[in-house]
């Protein structure tokens, strides 16, 4: 009989052991689980709010560099701009030299030999304004337009149309197709 009762024992000691051994297999189970959906749940909130971050980000990203190329392209351009009318001051005061040269010219004397050479220098002022882009506003005849033209007076005109240029009063000049001076004229009604 004792060592029956060392048998039961031992029975149900390990019966107990291997419940205890079960239930902590079943709390570690649940536990494991219990952690997989804990981080199941926390990884796809995180792995949302960085796909919403890294869009939010590229979204900023592709703006900054739209905004970059646009800064470059308006940049590019002005310092375009600037070679292009660097010299509108000079022209601009030249203008008035080839108007004097002009009326000087007008009252010479065909013959003269000072006129000539007076004449040849006007032509080469007139060729280097031409190399630098400076060009004469076509007037007479035209429609009159006030973008290049400046109407300082109306006048009933047999040979022209109403709207168009009769007489020009002061030549006007553009410089790369920017008018530095606008063409002084007279309009027929």
């Known amino acids: 009989m004792t060592s029956e009762k060392p048998d039961l024992q031992e029975a149900e000691e390990l019966k107990e052991e291997q419940a205890e051994a079960k239930a902590d ?11 997989a959906e804990c ?7 995180p792995s949302k709010e960085v796909t919403a971050e890294d869009e939010a980000l590229n979204v900023k990203y592709l703006r ?32 008035d030299v080839i108007d004097n040269f002009e009326r000087a010219l007008t009252h010479g004397a065909a013959g003269d030999s000072f006129a000539e050479g007076m004449n ?42 109403s709207g168009k240029v009769t007489a020009v009063l002061q030549k006007g000049y553009t410089l790369n197709g920017k008018v530095i001076r606008p063409s002084m004229v007279k309009v027929a009604n």
């Open 39 to 45: 981080e199941g749940e926390i990884g796809e909130e």
């Open 120 to 161: 040849m220098i006007f032509k080469q002022l007139q060729g280097v304004l031409e190399k630098a882009n400076v060009l004469e506003i076509k007037a007479q005849g035209e429609d009159f337009d006030p973008n290049f033209h400046n109407a300082v007076m109306t006048e009933d005109s047999a040979e022209y149309e």
């Open 25 to 35: 297999a079943e709390k570690q189970e649940a536990k494991a689980e219990n952690e």
């Open 64 to 95: 900054l560099m739209a905004d970059f190329q646009n800064f470059k392209r308006r940049t590019e351009k002005e310092k375009s701009d600037i070679y292009a009318y660097a010299n509108e001051k000079i022209v601009g005061e030249l203008l």
